[in-house]
Every structure is written in C-alpha cells, then in structure tokens.
C-alpha cells in the first residue's frame, strides 16, 4: 500500500510536532549566535547530518520557526517530508543528487538571500555516511554564504543501525543539546576537483569535531 502524501501529511505533521514539543533543547547559546551572524548581512547555511535530521529539523520548528529552507528529495517519500516541512514553515526546494539536483540547489540559494537560513544535510539523501557530497560547499560558494556546522546530542534515543545512515530518533521527554561550530568560509577560488575534496574534508572534520564518537 502507498502511502498518499496529501492525506497523511496532516496528520504525520500533527504527531512529529507532538513528539518535538515533548523534548527539552539546549541550545548552547545556538540562537544567540545564528542572530549575530545574521547581522553581517550573509546568507547563512546550517550543515548536518542526516542521522540526525529528526531532531534538527524539529529544534527548527521549536527555535525560530519561519526562518529556515532546506531541500527534500523529488521521490514520493520526498513527497511527504516535503509536505511535512511546509506544514511547519520550512521553505522547500525539490531534488536530489540523481534528479533535479542543481534546480534545487539554485533554489535554495534563492531563498537564503531572501533572508531564509538555509539547511543541508551534507550526506544525504542515500549517503555514504558522514561523507560530504559537493552540492554543501558548492551552494555555500555560489550564495556567499557562512557555513555553521551543526551536531544534536540526545543520550536517550533510538539508533536504527540497520539503515545507512544509523538513523537517530530522540526518546520522549528526553533531553538534546545542540553543538555549533564557527563558520566556515569557503574558498572564493574556482573549485576543482581537488579543492573540492580539500574544503569537503575540512566540513566533515568540523562536524565531527563538534561530538566525537
């Protein structure tokens, strides 16, 4: 059976929003810090991982709401979180590495210089995990934007293990804290293959930097 995203969007809304309001955020002085570096006048960019988009996107929906845009796969499960994401003001533009990508990343560049945060998952949408593909650095070029680095901590959670990204779903009620990074400013130089690979590393060792295994 499939599921359709128009008649079940309300109500995994209501539920996910439900499950958010439950957690208590720490947000180490996060929102502070996004607002001093909103006052430099750049386009700002969230980077984080995939596994640990559950409790993000929600600390989004509790924290600033109406300020951020991100990107959602153009599948039909794409279709829903999408929808989802609307229905908790998130602008979103649709695509993928393998579909639409540079449409949604033109996109998105548009609405960060309107004024929207933007956030990527740096690995997504299929991995491999904690690897950062190129659209991250490549988008944060093009839009002139700061790149801030940003990890979730939940200690009681659930960790899907058998999924490629060891997916994180904070328990209710639980406590999360959020980890942020200095930004990052990347290379106004043409972006080689080689200087592609050098700026990606140097974003997954700040993730990594932020929460250590």
Same mark, same amino acid.
């Given at each position: 059976m499939r599921i359709n995203p128009v008649r079940f969007a309300p109500l995994v809304t209501w539920l996910y929003s439900l499950w958010i309001r439950s957690l208590r955020?720490?947000?180490?002085?996060?929102?502070?810090?996004?607002? /001093?570096?909103?006052?430099?006048?750049?386009?700002?960019?969230? &980077?984080?991982?995939?596994?640990? *988009?559950?409790?993000l996107t929600g600390f989004g929906l509790s924290a600033l709401r109406g300020s951020f845009a991100t990107i &959602?796969?153009?599948?039909?499960? +794409?279709?829903?979180? &999408?929808?989802? @994401?609307?229905?908790?003001?998130?602008?979103?533009?649709? +695509?993928?590495?393998?579909?639409g990508g540079l449409k949604a990343l033109l996109q998105l560049k548009r609405h960060m210089e309107r004024g929207r945060i933007g956030v990527v998952t740096v690995d997504g949408p299929r991995g491999p995990r904690r690897k950062a593909k190129d659209g991250t650095v490549f988008l944060c070029q093009k839009a002139g934007a700061l790149l801030v680095p940003v990890r979730?901590?939940?200690?009681? /959670?659930?960790?899907?293990?058998?999924?490629?990204?060891?997916?994180?779903? !904070?328990?209710?009620?639980?406590?999360?804290?959020?980890?942020? +990074? /200095?930004? *990052?400013?990347?290379?106004?130089?043409? @972006?080689? !293959?080689? *200087?592609?690979?050098?700026?990606?590393?140097?974003?997954?060792?700040? *993730?990594? &930097? @932020?929460?250590?295994?």
């Open positions: 955020y720490d947000d180490s002085g996060f929102i502070s810090h996004l607002k /001093q570096l909103s006052a430099t006048g750049k386009p700002i960019m969230l &980077a984080i991982y995939h596994e640990e *988009l559950f409790s &959602a796969s153009d599948s039909r499960d +794409g279709e829903l979180i &999408a929808r989802v @994401l609307e229905r908790i003001d998130y602008l979103v533009a649709r +695509g993928s590495s393998t579909r979730s901590e939940c200690p009681t /959670q659930w960790v899907f293990t058998k999924s490629w990204d060891q997916f994180k779903v !904070p328990k209710p009620f639980s406590r999360c804290r959020i980890h942020f +990074g /200095q930004p *990052l400013e990347i290379t106004q130089e043409k @972006l080689t !293959p080689e *200087l592609m690979a050098m700026e990606n590393a140097r974003l997954e060792q700040a *993730l990594l &930097a @932020l929460l250590p295994d």
